[in-house]
């Protein structure tokens, strides 16, 4: 499949560090179904570099000895390779235990023998993923980030509509299935939703409850868009558990592109830490195929499809502004709330999303603008900036000078 043209610079980037000459470990690390190894596949046939592609993403656990023997056979075909040297693409490598250091010492290996070995390492737990890049490979690595499907992509690849994406999400693998809603619902559930909480997140690092990880998950996604403290959050598990744990299970899902807790802006690291989370699903299609409704009858709810649009919002905020040095808040004073603040290139960006046609008035806008004098203030929708014209522009040009 061709990538659209907003996933064509990724490419781009990828395909340039492969045809430079060795230097770093390259790490393309997101969220499962987002289109990693179908980028490095792209990126290694434009190259025409020799390549050994392997996965150690298998219902047995990888160890050390098949790490090295794939190495192994990647060392021989850049022998072959001459000067060109060769390609090791190991996909998954996070799930090898003792991976990094394994890796940090081989990798060491071929620059002292000037071995033209060049390494790609693809993972979608990017939080396991950098900790282990972080913890052996420090100066050894970078870092390529491949986020959610943006709803241009979608568009330009698939055709859906604006309508489409808020209900049916941004996972390329599903976006044919949506004249079959039982079957992209199953999709979702069993390929997406179970096969990353139970190999992304339970099989390779330790959660003493895995049942409150998933109802932690469940929550997040009926409370999209809301803010919840850890303690409100307690009160509807089922699971005992304290509000550090729950913090710390967040930061898993958050780490695994599956559900984040956006903090409280204060224009204080301190206080910003100690707030109440907005929880926020990084794809609409998490909320909706763990719910009751159809297309027809989400479109028809509209403090449903308002969630929905808010979290479309807030989901292309975080996955665009990711990696650039940008956060992304929220602000709420009593009952006065900003929806989303951008804090990013020495400047604050207020921005407050509506889905029905009228806005007439933001006394939350209003506070925020009087204690911290952001340099911009906009509205989504309604009156303001058309949501589809939102949601097809890169989340940077809204914090941009």
């Known amino acids: 499949m061709a990538l659209p043209a907003y996933r064509r610079p990724i490419l781009k980037t990828v395909l340039g560090r492969l045809k430079e000459p060795r230097k770093f470990i390259q790490a393309l690390v997101g969220p499962r179904q987002v289109g990693k190894t179908t980028l490095i596949r792209q990126a290694l046939e434009a190259s025409g570099a020799a390549a050994h592609y392997v996965a150690a993403d298998s219902p047995s656990p990888r160890d050390a000895a098949w790490l090295e023997a794939q190495w192994d056979i990647a060392r021989l075909r850049a022998k072959d390779g001459g000067r060109s040297g060769a390609v090791l693409v190991l996909?998954?490598?996070?799930?090898?235990?003792?991976?990094?250091?394994?890796?940090?010492?081989?990798?060491?290996?071929?620059?002292?023998?000037?071995?033209?070995?060049?390494?790609?390492?693809?993972?979608s737990s990017p939080l396991l993923v950098r900790k282990g890049l972080s913890e052996s490979l420090a100066g050894r690595f970078e870092v390529v980030r491949v986020p959610h499907w943006s709803y241009a992509?979608?568009?330009?690849?698939?055709?859906?509509?604006?309508?489409?994406?808020?209900?049916?999400?941004?996972?390329?693998?599903?976006?044919?299935?949506?004249?079959?809603e039982e079957r992209w619902r199953r999709y979702i559930l069993d390929s997406l939703v179970e096969t990353t909480l139970s190999k992304d997140i339970l099989f390779q690092t330790r959660v003493d409850k895995p049942a409150l990880l998933r109802q932690l998950f469940s929550l997040g996604?009926?409370?999209?868009?809301?803010?919840?403290?850890?303690?409100?959050?307690?009160?509807?598990?089922?699971?005992?558990?304290?509000?550090?744990?729950l913090a710390h299970y967040l930061e898993l899902l958050s780490g695994a592109g599956m559900l984040t807790g956006l903090q409280k802006y204060s224009g204080s690291r301190v206080r910003e830490k100690g707030s109440s989370p907005k929880l926020l699903a990084l794809n609409t299609a998490l909320m909706t195929s763990g719910t009751e409704h159809s297309f027809s009858t989400a479109r028809a709810d509209p403090d449903f499809w308002g969630r929905l649009v808010e979290?479309?919002?807030?989901?292309?905020?975080?996955?665009?502004?990711?990696?650039?040095?940008?956060?992304?808040?929220?602000?709420?004073?009593?009952?006065?709330?900003?929806?989303?603040?951008?804090?990013?290139?020495?400047?604050?960006?207020?921005?407050?999303?509506?889905?029905?046609?009228?806005?007439?008035?933001?006394?939350?806008?209003?506070?925020?603008?009087?204690?911290?004098?952001?340099?911009?203030?906009?509205l989504v929708g309604g009156q303001g900036i058309a949501l589809e014209e939102f949601l097809t522009t890169p989340a940077e040009k809204w914090i941009a000078p």
């Open 91 to 123: 996909d998954e490598a996070q799930k090898v235990s003792g991976w990094s250091e394994i890796v940090k010492r081989l990798w060491d290996e071929d620059t002292a023998a000037g071995t033209a070995l060049k390494a790609v390492l693809l993972g």
């Open 153 to 180: 992509e979608i568009k330009e690849a698939f055709g859906l509509s604006l309508e489409q994406y808020l209900f049916f999400g941004g996972y390329p693998g599903s976006a044919q299935l949506v004249s079959d």
């Open 221 to 245: 996604c009926a409370y999209s868009g809301q803010i919840l403290s850890y303690r409100k959050m307690l009160g509807q598990l089922h699971d005992a558990g304290n509000t550090v744990t």
């Open 311 to 378: 979290s479309a919002v807030g989901a292309h905020l975080v996955s665009g502004l990711s990696g650039t040095g940008s956060e992304v808040y929220y602000w709420r004073e009593a009952s006065r709330e900003v929806d989303f603040v951008l804090k990013g290139k020495g400047r604050v960006t207020a921005l407050e999303v509506t889905s029905s046609r009228r806005k007439d008035s933001m006394p939350g806008m209003a506070q925020f603008a009087e204690e911290f004098r952001p340099q911009r203030k906009l």
